[in-house]
Each structure stands twice: as structure tokens, then as C-alpha cells.
T-cell receptor, first 116, second 111 residues
Framework: AQSVTQLGSHVSVSEGALVLLRCNYS??????LFWYVQYPNQGLQLLLK??????LVKGINGFEAEFKKSETSFHLTKPSAHMSDAAEYFC??????????????FGQGTILTVHP | NAGVTQTPKFQVLKTGQSMTLQCAQD?????MYWYRQDPGMGLRLIYY???????DKGEVPNGYNVSRLNKREFSLRLESAAPSQTSVYFC??????????FGSGTRLTVV
């Protein structure tokens, strides 16, 4: 069984400020972890993913996330927010290992608003 | 371009009508999935197919059926649509190397 909790359904930051979107997961097997972004009326775009290896993962558009097993967390950060970062962000987990990624379970999403 | 293709992109149904959402992938992925997206609830898994010839229920399967027609195609059927099925539906496929690829979605309204 696996689940994802995103803390905060809405996050608001000023342009140039730090972006921090929180994600905690539970998984009965070593997890694969993902962050997706969705712009209005569009599909899902992969920002970054953690499978194995280095726990600090860098993604597109200056985002990064750190896998912390002891805290069961995979928080998403960006040092300096840009207006174009305004979107909804989803954290997701799947059961890792084996030959298949398996089912992907999503958090409820966090809407990021960026103020000028 | 390689990827996941969903049809139709938009659909309006009357309560009780039936329809099939089509999904096809050309990446030779074994696994395919159907999700629905509702505000504040993220994406929830309806059905999935780990490989050709197999299908399994996900988190919210009631009111839906699926068919894995072949390795490429995975369809979702609503036999008798209800207003509660108004949602955005996403199809996805995956392999063991590159992760998941999502279609662009079908926006369904049931009136």
C-alpha cells in the first residue's frame, strides 16, 4: 500500500522568493518518487523523479527535491520563484524495484501562486 | 511524435448515456493506466493493465469498465454515465526505464 500527503493545498510566494512544496509519502516497498506540474487546462509534465542513487534530484526549470527516507519526505524547492512557475504541482509515489514501475499514487495537489 | 494519444479531448454526455474513451501508446510500454482528476483530490487510479491481457481495479473503479485491446490500446467505458463522473480523464503508460507518459486528457461533462 502507498499514499502521498501534500501539506498545503495552496502556497503563495512573491517573485524571487524561495518555493517550498511539501510532500510526505508512505510505501511498503522502496519508493520511486515523482513531482509533476500542471498548467491550466494542460496535461501533466514531469519535473523530476527519484528512483535510486543520489537523494538530491535536480529537475527542469530550476526545481530540485531531496529524498529523505528517515522523514519519508520528498519536498520540492526552487531558490527563486518566477511568475511562470504559477501552476498546480503533484507529488506521486510508486512501488520501486523489480521490472515495473507499478501503480502511481498521487497527492491531492498544491496550487502555487506567484505574486509580483 | 511518440507518446500517448487520447480521444476525444472533450465530450458532453447526458445522464444514462454510454461512451468509450480511447487511449493508444506507441512506445511499446507494457503497463497502461486510467486516472480521473477532480479538484482538490489529485489524480485517482480507475483501472490499470500491467501487461497485455490483464486488467485490475484501481482506487475508484465503480461505474467503469476497461479493455486492453492489444499492447497499444487501453479503452475506458462508461456504461451509464452519471453527473458524478464529470471529470478530466488521463491515460498513461509506463515501462521499467523511463517512467510514465501521460496523454493530454479528456474533459468529460455529464449533464
Amino acid at each position: 500500500a502507498q499514499s502521498v500527503t501534500q501539506l498545503g493545498s495552496h502556497v503563495s510566494v512573491s517573485e524571487g522568493a524561495l518555493v517550498l512544496l511539501r510532500c510526505n509519502y508512505s510505501s511498503s516497498v522502496p519508493p520511486y518518487l515523482f513531482w509533476y506540474v500542471q498548467y491550466p487546462n494542460q496535461g501533466l509534465q514531469l519535473l523530476l523523479k527519484y528512483t535510486t542513487g543520489a537523494t538530491l534530484v535536480k529537475g527542469i526549470n530550476g526545481f530540485e527535491a531531496e529524498f529523505k527516507k528517515s522523514e519519508t519526505s520528498f519536498h520540492l524547492t526552487k531558490p527563486s520563484a518566477h511568475m511562470s512557475d504559477a501552476a498546480e504541482y503533484f507529488c506521486a509515489v510508486s512501488g520501486g524495484g523489480g521490472t515495473s514501475y507499478g501503480k502511481l499514487t498521487f497527492g491531492q495537489g498544491t496550487i502555487l501562486t506567484v505574486h509580483p | 511524435n511518440a507518446g500517448v494519444t487520447q480521444t476525444p479531448k472533450f465530450q458532453v454526455l447526458k445522464t444514462g448515456q454510454s461512451m468509450t474513451l480511447q487511449c493508444a501508446q506507441d512506445m511499446n510500454h507494457n503497463s497502461m493506466y486510467w486516472y480521473r482528476q477532480d479538484p482538490g483530490m489529485g489524480l485517482r487510479l480507475i483501472y490499470y493493465s500491467a501487461s497485455e491481457g490483464t486488467t485490475d481495479k484501481g482506487e475508484v473503479p465503480n461505474g467503469y469498465n476497461v479493455s486492453r485491446l492489444n499492447k497499444r490500446e487501453f479503452s475506458l467505458r462508461l456504461e451509464s454515465a452519471a453527473p458524478s463522473q464529470t471529470s478530466v480523464y488521463f491515460c498513461a503508460s509506463s515501462d521499467n526505464r523511463l517512467g510514465y507518459t501521460f496523454g493530454s486528457g479528456t474533459r468529460l461533462t455529464v449533464v
